[in-house]
């Protein structure tokens, strides 16, 4: 990597999880903000949207072929679900050579895009500068099953409860607080996106049943796995801390994780591990928050690699 900074856009800057990028950029050592789109927001200043942000900078409502004019080095799509495509063709034809990662779920199964979960894939990155980020729910579950993966007699079930920041800014039933107040609200119990991408990339078949809550921000992910052979409680715990040994961003713990105590936390806590009598059936608890580990901050950690500066430059660890 050259030592000028590199010039990063982000579309969809408005959103939560955008919002949450502006500020890990700015913190960046090798990265300057060279556009911030929004529609909404156009020519507002940042400082007086994303709290903590110092600067003169001011939203831009850029189309597709706007962005692609702009000649950023990095770019990364915000957008709502299905939104991605004329941004990626648009860059493909003014300058492919730019990294795109996208934090939907547009590309999460297309084989030309790496799939980055660093922590489970970080090894099948080819150098491919098309990143599609993997969803909040689907990080937390793979996680969760990752370390069992050999010795599962029957689909793991995974029961997941998510801050409403998950269901973004566009109105709905699931980011509405009266509509949430003193409640818990099932959604998608069977065949949910996250279902599928968790099944297609830990190559096991997962189940999952979301919930929204009614706090902001963090999910927790209950996952109960049946299991071909006994397992001692000992055991399982080994093999999670044998997994992730070394992994800044991961934190194995005895006790089961409060999603209270993951919000603005970059890191994903795993614990809880508990083991039935016949030692076939464990449960296993995750939690993230769903705007960093869930999206932002793994955007930043896969943007890191692919710049080649350290995978954990600009984030605030544990
Ligand atoms: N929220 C979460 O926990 C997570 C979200 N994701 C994914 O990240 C992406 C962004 O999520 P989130 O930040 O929550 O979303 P938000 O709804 O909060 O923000 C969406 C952004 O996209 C812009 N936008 C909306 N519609 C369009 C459109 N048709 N064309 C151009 N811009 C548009 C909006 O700005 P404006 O209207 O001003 O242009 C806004 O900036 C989504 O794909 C989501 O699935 C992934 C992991 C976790
Ligand atoms: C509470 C809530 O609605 N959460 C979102 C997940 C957010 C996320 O990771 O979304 P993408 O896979 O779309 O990127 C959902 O279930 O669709």
Not at 79 to 92: F, M, S, W
Not at 152 to 161: C, E, K
Not at 214 to 239: M, S
Request: glycine letters at 8%; one cysteine or more.
């Amino acid at each position: 990597m050259s030592t000028s900074k590199q010039r990063i856009g982000i579309v969809g800057a408005r959103g939560h999880t955008g919002a949450e990028l502006i500020r890990l950029v700015a913190a960046h050592p090798a990265l300057e903000l060279a556009f911030v789109s929004s529609r909404e927001l156009d020519g507002q200043r940042v400082a007086d949207q994303v709290e903590g942000f110092v600067g003169e900078l001011r939203y831009v409502s850029l189309d597709p072929a706007a962005v692609a004019a702009q000649g950023a080095d990095v770019v990364v799509l915000a957008l709502p679900n299905g939104k991605a495509a004329p941004y990626v063709e648009a860059i493909d034809k003014a300058k492919p050579e730019t990294l795109i990662v996208d934090l939907s779920a547009d590309y999460r199964f297309d084989e030309r895009w790496y799939y980055g979960l660093p922590e489970l894939t970080r090894e099948r990155w080819r150098g491919e500068k098309r990143i599609s980020n993997p969803g909040c729910y689907a990080t937390a579950v793979q996680l969760s099953i990752a370390p069992l993966k050999d010795l599962l007699a029957a689909p793991p079930v995974s029961f997941g409860v998510s801050g409403y920041s998950g269901a973004g800014t566009t109105p709905s039933d699931r980011n509405d607080p009266e509509k949430l107040r003193d409640n818990l609200m099932p959604y998608s119990l069977t065949g949910h996106m996250h279902e599928k991408e968790a099944s297609r990339h830990l190559g096991v078949p997962v189940e999952f049943m979301p919930h929204v809550a009614p706090h902001f921000r963090g999910l927790t992910v209950t996952t109960n796995l049946y299991l071909v052979r006994p397992i001692k409680r000992e055991d399982v715990i080994a093999r999670f801390h044998g997994a992730y040994e070394g992994e800044k961003l991961v934190r194995v713990l005895d006790e089961a994780p409060w999603v209270s105590q993951i919000a603005h936390q970059h890191h994903v806590e795993i614990g809880g591990f508990a083991v039935s009598a016949d030692g076939k059936r464990v449960v296993v608890v995750a939690t993230l928050d769903n705007l960093l580990k869930g999206a932002a901050t793994q955007a930043m950690q896969n943007i890191n690699r692919a710049l080649g500066v350290d995978e954990y430059t600009a984030i605030p660890r544990p």
